[in-house]
């Protein structure tokens, strides 16, 4: 950055040189903010205090964070939180940062459990909880089972639901396999779905590569959990899956090969199918 070790910098000069490194305007907000002690949303204050001189140890953090966020490093790693439908999450590289399309697949759970008392959810690969947590904090009365094969990935999850005062119950293992004689009213999963070798991976290196990649074409994790979902569906209970933006034909797929009912896609707000559904035959 074009600007000695030492010398003084106010909020505005900040903002503009860290615009000028390639972050947004929103970005630069949040990691000032946040290098100053504030909250990261807090952007009121940002611009009503453009003159205000950073103190030394603010400039040191805010070039610091600049620097990893240059790097493609998630702010949400940076700052150590995320808010997702309107719960504030702590992540970290332990688990892949949530992403705001992944709300399309809560708000859609929701709807398949709207008229069922205390639903029996579970979320698969749950990472921070961002989904199980969501589901949980906006159905008191579910009954949210929460799996991830990563043992970080259940401490982060584990960590968010006892700072947010949320009982879920989160088990360790691949996909069904602690589930064992479980049955749901409802099933969702936001799992790996990015092929090997896919040239998007290199802006997502710092997130688990485990909680990315899904084989050859990405469609690995989508074909384990569709194809052992039925044994543990109640009659009429929805499986959900978030997936790639080309892969609800292939989602559709499976579903149908596998039995289901009633499939679907749902797009997220850019318009892009990003959830694919199907529901377990009442009757087979």
């Known amino acids: ?44 204050w940002v611009l009503t205090h453009t003159d205000t001189v950073l103190t030394a140890q603010a400039q040191v953090r805010w ?33 892949l940062d949530p992403r705001p399309e992944t709300e399309t697949l809560v708000e859609w759970a929701l709807s398949c459990v709207a008229d069922i008392s205390e ?7 749950t990472g921070s909880g961002a989904i199980a947590l969501a589901l949980k904090h906006t159905r008191r009365d579910a009954q ?22 949320l009982e879920i119950a989160n088990y360790g293992g691949h996909w069904f396999a602690p589930l064992a004689g479980q049955t749901f009213d409802l099933i969702v999963s936001n799992p790996p779905y990015v092929a090997a070798g896919d040239a998007h991976l ?11 990649v899904a084989g050859p074409d990405g469609l690995d994790a989508l074909r384990q959990i569709v194809a052992q979902a039925g044994r543990h569906l109640q009659p009429g209970a929805w499986l959900l899956m978030e997936h790639g933006f080309d892969q609800s034909q292939a989602a559709h797929d499976l579903l149908h090969n596998q039995g289901f009912v009633a499939v679907q896609s749902r797009p997220d707000l850019a318009g892009i199918l990003r959830c694919t559904g199907g529901q377990w035959p009442r009757v087979k």
């Open 202 to 212: 290199a802006s997502l290196h710092h997130e688990p590569l485990s909680a990315l």
């Open 144 to 165: 949210v089972v929460a799996v991830d094969a990563s043992p970080e990935a259940l401490e982060v999850a584990n960590a968010n639901a006892h700072r947010l005062g």
């Open 119 to 125: 639903p029996r959810i579970a979320d698969l690969g």
């Open 63 to 95: 070039k610091a964070f600049v620097q990893r966020r240059r790097n493609l490093e998630p702010i949400a790693y940076i700052t150590g939180i995320k808010e997702f439908f309107g719960l504030q999450l702590h992540v970290d590289k332990r688990v």
């Open 1 to 44: 950055m074009a600007m000695a070790p030492n010398e003084a910098m106010t909020v505005k000069e900040a903002i503009t040189l860290a615009q000028g490194e390639g972050l947004s305007r929103l970005e630069a907000h949040m990691l000032l903010l946040h290098a100053c002690g504030l909250s990261p949303h807090d952007r009121a």
